[in-house]
Every structure is written in structure tokens, then in C-alpha cells.
């Protein structure tokens, strides 16, 4: 019954995935260590609507805008990464950009966490994507 409902499962969804190729997430949770992470996308998916950070069950106090990167974040390649122990955190957030002429570059947000607190908020670095890696 179980390999049924799974079968079932996967032709239900093969029309959506065949639309445009690209399975996107709108929500994300995850915990690392003592690091709990929840990240929310608008209905449209063009922005972050939601954006917790905890440290043991504490919440850091993360100011609204830390989480509104201009351009579509993908959740699917968020990280926490643990920079030099376990109390400073960055969480990356990469998010695409377009220009006017339509040409896409990858960007990626950092939100940098220390002690506890909210430290700071910024671009890592840029690189222009290519049609190749569009796809």
C-alpha cells in the first residue's frame, strides 16, 4: 500500500515539476547545534517575510532590515555557518537579482550573530551568472 500511495505521490506532482523545471521552497526551518532558523517567503516569493534566529531556545533580536535583501532569495541554498565558535554565526542567504536588461546576478546575503546578538547585515560578494548556470 505504501509504494501505491508513493507512486501516486510522485505522478501528482510531475506536472508541476515539468513547468518550469525549478522546485523552489517558500518556508524553511532547521536547527544546527544549539542554532534554531526559520525563514518565510512572500506569496510571490520576492522577499523575505519572516526571519527568526535563536541561540538555545533565545531569540536574536534580528531587525527587519537585516531580512529584506533586494531580489528572489532561495531558501533552497541557505547556510549557517559557525565562523570562529559556537556563539558567532553567519547565515547566508543567496538571492538573484535582475537588471533591466534581464541579465541575473547571484548574490549573498549575510546576517553575521555574535554573543547572542544581531551584529550585522550585508552582501558577501557578487558574481554574474550565465545562461549555462540558469539551468
Known amino acids: 500500500m505504501r509504494y501505491i500511495f508513493a ?10 515539476l ?17 542554532w534554531s532558523i526559520h525563514l518565510a517567503l512572500s506569496g510571490d516569493s520576492s522577499r523575505i517575510s519572516a ?17 529584506a535583501p533586494l531580489g528572489q532569495p532561495f531558501l533552497n541554498e541557505v547556510k549557517l555557518l559557525s565562523v570562529c565558535c559556537s556563539d558567532h554565526v553567519v547565515l547566508q542567504i543567496p538571492v538573484l537579482q535582475f537588471d533591466d536588461s ?19 547585515a550585508a552582501y558577501r560578494q557578487s558574481s554574474t551568472l550565465n545562461s549555462a548556470d540558469e539551468s
Do not use: C, M, N
Open 7 to 16: 507512486i501516486a505521490l510522485l505522478i501528482a506532482s510531475l506536472p508541476a
Open 18 to 34: 515539468a513547468s518550469d523545471g525549478y522546485v523552489g521552497w517558500s518556508e524553511l526551518s532547521f536547527r544546527s547545534g544549539p
Open 51 to 67: 526571519l527568526s534566529i535563536a541561540a538555545d531556545g533565545v531569540v536574536v533580536e534580528v531587525p527587519a532590515a537585516a531580512a
Open 102 to 120: 534581464g541579465h541575473s546576478t547571484k548574490r549573498i546575503w549575510e546576517i553575521h550573530v555574535a554573543g547572542g546578538k544581531f551584529q550585522s
